[in-house]
């Protein structure tokens, strides 16, 4: 069975083109770019193309790009060297809805004497800029926030959130990993100071990501050892995924207008069609301010896992927002901050597309959704009734 692959927010699939183009530095040209022979040397010039290429995708100097392992070291790498940069400044402004990269490094800050704001946000997922200028202080070293939530979709303002953060003297630092490739970004005229990208979501491998940290911004190294990347992050050079990653970020740009513009017509017919087809569901993010491959919908009265199960059958990769770890049912963070009901909260899917998804797989997830959300509504005994559900999942968790 072929697999329709709907979960592009976890993962990506490797470009060939960027296959293509990693497999030599895999295969024959294994030298170090620091050694001093020719053999080396090589692998040195070829790694300086790459760079400019990543640096392009996002506006920046090739010098302002520090490779790292993924997006999580990047998270890792950008909140510890702000909190460096300034010692005296104690406090970090973040959101309830970050990526765990970022929410656990807050939370382990805090018993280190930080202090930690996590920002709310709406029904629809999205932020309050009162709420932020209420929080800044001369005290803030730096303000941590997403570019897009990779649950939702839903975009939060950076570069409005950028100003004011500037006036307050604080270091900017935004995940951006879900934005690059699906928003223009452009660094030389934002207000971000550091951004933090990963490969294996826009079609380069795992293993390879980076952080983009603005000339002039003070930098103390997660890692430290050898010279590499300018002494800010030591380690040889993942030179394979740094090849792989410049090609994808080549091909991100010039594929950006029209796959976006693809993608979001896809996506909107997919959750126009199942919204007027399937009764008692709702689009969970900001129906505007969103990235134009992601739709997250909640389905009243069942589980997200059992929706997951059927669309396995047929080979539909997709997502619940729900991290349904060791058999709790424990909601996902983001959903949970949006204030949305119970009944929405466990029964909420994720679909995120990419510039493969075709017309016919959209077309295959439209045909089954609506017999799968029947036949799964049709045995729980709580359809249309938000208590009797609700006590029926505490009578299931007593039982665990
Ligand atoms: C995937 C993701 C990360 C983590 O990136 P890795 O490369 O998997 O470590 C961080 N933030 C967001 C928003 C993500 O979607």
Known sequence: MSIIYLDNNATTKVAPEVLEAMLPYLRDYYGNPSSMHTFGGQVGKALKTARQQLAALIGADE?????????????????????????????????????????????????????????????????????????????????????????????????????????????????????????????????????????????????????????????????????????RRAGTENVPGIIALGKSAELELLHLEEATTRERKLRDRLEQTLLAKIPNCEVNGDPTQRLPNTTNIGFKYIEGEAILLSLNKYGICASSGSACTSGSLEPSHVLRAMGLPYTTLHGSIRFSLCRYTTEAEIDKVIEVMPSIIERLRAMSPFTNDDAGWLQGQEQALIHK
């Open 63 to 231: 010098s302002e790009i520090i490779y790292t392992s993924c997006g999580t070291e990047g998270d890792n790498a950008a909140i510890r060297a702000a909190l460096l940069a300034q010692p005296e400044r104690r406090h970090i402004i973040t959101t309830q809805v970050e990526h765990p990269a970022v929410l656990n490094v807050c939370k382990q800050l805090e018993t280190q004497g930080y202090s930690v704001t996590y920002l709310s946000v709406n029904h629809q997922g999205q932020l309050d800029l009162a709420e932020l200028e209420a929080s800044l202080t001369g005290n803030t070293a730096l303000v941590t926030i997403m570019y897009a939530n990779n649950e939702t979709g839903t975009v939060f303002p950076i570069e409005q959130i950028g100003l004011r953060v500037k006036e307050y003297g604080a270091i900017f630092h935004v995940d951006a990993v879900q934005a690059v490739g699906k928003i223009p970004l452009n660094m030389k005229t934002s207000t971000v100071d550091m951004l933090t990208l990963s490969g294996h979501k826009i079609h380069a491998p795992k293993g390879i990501g980076a952080l983009y940290v603005r000339r002039g911004v003070r930098f103390r190294p997660l890692l430290l050892g050898g010279h590499q990347e300018r002494g």
